[in-house]
């Protein structure tokens, strides 16, 4: 097995792209795949202040990496989630590269700031944590992002997660979601713009591109997610993948390309008529925010002494 | 187990539906959701004559009887594809079915009337078989009806063919074959109508409906369809369905209500500019139908003798 671009023993080799690479040209072949998501979408443009959001884990870290080497200004952000020991290791993972590298990492602990963590929240809505982590999540990213003027808010999701997540809103045409499934959602009144630059590389790559620069990162993965129903995608997924290499990459790549486009509507429909929440002003369609009722939820089970 | 309507012993659950049925109120059901499907998407008529493409197998018998049961003037077309053992069994239960309820049956053999059999025309294109046996399918179902003055053909396509099409087109975006998938293609010039009054039904219960009727069907699968892409597909979604009951009919009926008219505009465009085929004057893009080209590359490869 020989790199592409030089013929030297390779270190990888990626089934889709029917090639292999050394360690060097593999490296420049993932900041390429990002170079080439971040023009074709104009997800940053010069001069422009970049937040990543950070978890520890291998995409964010591998994120954050390429976006400082392609000479891009990116702070980090990172979210205290209160999930027992991963947190503790993850957010101490996060902290470690920032200081080795001395980048600036933003840290939100949910309890100490909101009052609750994300197994209390999962308790509270007799719900799945997944639900109440992506909602604190989002919202979180980008109240920071606009408290202290980032123009755009990063997020590690790569061809996997894009794909799991694709096929999810498929099999139920959630047309809503589709229609903001997309490598950039744009800046609106009170919303950041947010950017995927990772979507064109597998999960393998972001871990390989990790262990190649000798990134250390959080290898475990959110002990609250086992089970859950993205996962199963990503299982089924992989199983297509295995007998027809390339296929996630068809299946995302042509949603983006082709499909779309086509139910926008539905997305630009939900955003206007926003008014902002009585609670913390950030953009909602009711009163009081999705994230605000969340902590009220989680509050009110704790009881009054809270 | 009992029976949703009656509460006699039930002889087959739906989970999907949450719902047990004896034998007379499932064949009932059966016949409500065919009803339901013409009626919701206009298929036929009052004083419309349909043709039924008839394989032998379950799905194609269990619809030639139900489209009689509701009421339908409904005569079949078995064509003979020349798939050895398999063709001459399906061939014979089309044949009894028909004979025994005095009903009028179509038969085209490929090799007798166009020179060539499913087999041969894989051997020639060096393809999958169901390439060019749904190309001839697709073809002649649709000029026979023609030929006869029927308005429309119906086609045996259950949930789980529907589903198991739709996942494949939506893997890789097929944008012309997402505006063409629908209950109900409509007539246009050269074209009858096609429909297919099963997409509610699983396989599993037209396969009950037939054992139930004492509808004596053509059990085995094609032999030339083993390992196909189609079938990979019914794995993914019957593990889908196993893990979410419903998950099959959200996808399919979802993409039906709030999806597939987001394509039509593909499909549309490839209806548009059609001529005739200077062979056989079937609608055509090209000078020469796909059918036809077919038919002469199989021929040549068998020789000028041929």
Same mark, same amino acid.
């Given at each position: 097995?020989?790199?592409?671009?030089?013929?030297?023993?390779?270190?990888?080799?990626?089934?889709?792209?029917?090639?292999?690479?050394?360690?060097?040209?593999?490296?420049?072949?993932?900041?390429?795949?990002?170079?080439?998501?971040?023009?074709?979408?104009?997800m940053i443009s010069a001069g422009e202040r970049v937040?990543?959001?950070?978890?520890?884990?291998?995409?964010?870290?591998?994120?954050?990496?390429?976006?400082?080497?392609?000479?891009y200004d990116a702070?980090?952000?990172?979210?205290?989630?209160?999930?027992?020991?991963?947190?503790?290791?993850?957010?101490?993972?996060?902290?470690?590269?920032?200081?080795? @590298?001395? $980048?600036?990492?933003?840290? %939100?602990?949910? =309890?100490? &700031?909101?009052?609750?963590?994300?197994?209390? !929240? *999962?308790?509270?809505?007799?719900?799945?944590?997944?639900?109440?982590?992506?909602?604190?999540?989002?919202?979180?990213?980008?109240?920071?992002?606009?408290?202290?003027?980032y123009d755009v808010?990063?997020?590690?999701?790569?061809?996997?997660?894009?794909?799991?997540?694709?096929?999810?809103?498929?099999?139920?045409?959630?047309?809503?979601?589709?229609?903001?499934?997309?490598?950039?959602?744009?800046e609106?009144?009170?919303?950041a713009r947010?950017?995927?630059?990772?979507?064109?590389?597998?999960?393998?790559?972001?871990?390989?591109?990790?262990?190649?620069?000798?990134?250390?990162?959080?290898?475990?993965?959110?002990?609250?997610?086992?089970?859950? @129903?993205? $996962?199963?995608?990503?299982? %089924?997924?992989? =199983?297509? &993948?295995?007998?027809?290499?390339?296929?996630? !990459? *068809?299946?995302?790549?042509?949603?983006?390309?082709?499909?779309?486009?086509?139910?926008?509507?539905?997305?630009?429909?939900?955003?206007?008529?926003?008014?902002?929440?009585?609670?913390?002003?950030?953009?909602?369609?009711?009163?009081?925010?999705?994230?605000?009722?969340?902590?009220?939820?989680?509050?009110?089970?704790?009881?009054?002494?809270?």
């Open positions: 097995m020989k790199c592409r671009v030089c013929r030297a023993p390779a270190v990888l080799d990626i089934r889709r792209h029917n090639a292999a690479f050394c360690r060097d040209h593999f490296l420049k072949h993932c900041a390429e795949q990002v170079r080439r998501s971040i023009k074709d979408h104009d937040v990543v959001a950070v978890s520890g884990g291998k995409d964010s870290l591998a994120l954050w990496d390429m976006l400082i080497g392609l000479g702070d980090g952000l990172y979210l205290g989630l209160g999930i027992g020991e991963y947190s503790d290791a993850s957010g101490h993972t996060a902290r470690v590269f920032a200081h080795e @590298r001395g $980048l600036k990492l933003h840290e %939100v602990d949910l =309890a100490g &700031e909101f009052g609750y963590d994300i197994p209390g !929240a *999962a308790a509270a809505t007799h719900r799945a944590p997944c639900g109440a982590c992506g909602l604190s999540k989002r919202h979180l990213f980008n109240a920071v992002a606009i408290e202290h003027g808010v990063a997020t590690g999701h790569n061809l996997d997660d894009e794909a799991a997540v694709l096929l999810g809103n498929v099999l139920r045409w959630e047309t809503g979601y589709l229609g903001r499934q997309h490598p950039v959602l744009p609106a009144p009170g919303f947010k950017v995927k630059p990772l979507y064109r590389l597998g999960e393998r790559e972001t871990a390989a591109y990790c262990v190649l620069r000798g990134l250390d990162y959080q290898v475990e993965e959110c002990p609250m997610a086992e089970g859950n @129903r993205h $996962l199963g995608y990503k299982d %089924v997924l992989n =199983a297509l &993948e295995d007998r027809s290499a390339g296929a996630k !990459a *068809a299946f995302v790549f042509g949603f983006v390309d082709r499909a779309h486009e086509r139910f926008t509507d539905d997305a630009g429909a939900e955003r206007e008529g926003l008014g902002a929440c009585v609670v913390c002003r950030s953009p909602t369609t009711g009163d009081v925010c999705a994230f605000c009722r969340l902590r009220e939820r989680v509050a009110s089970r704790s009881g009054p002494s809270r």
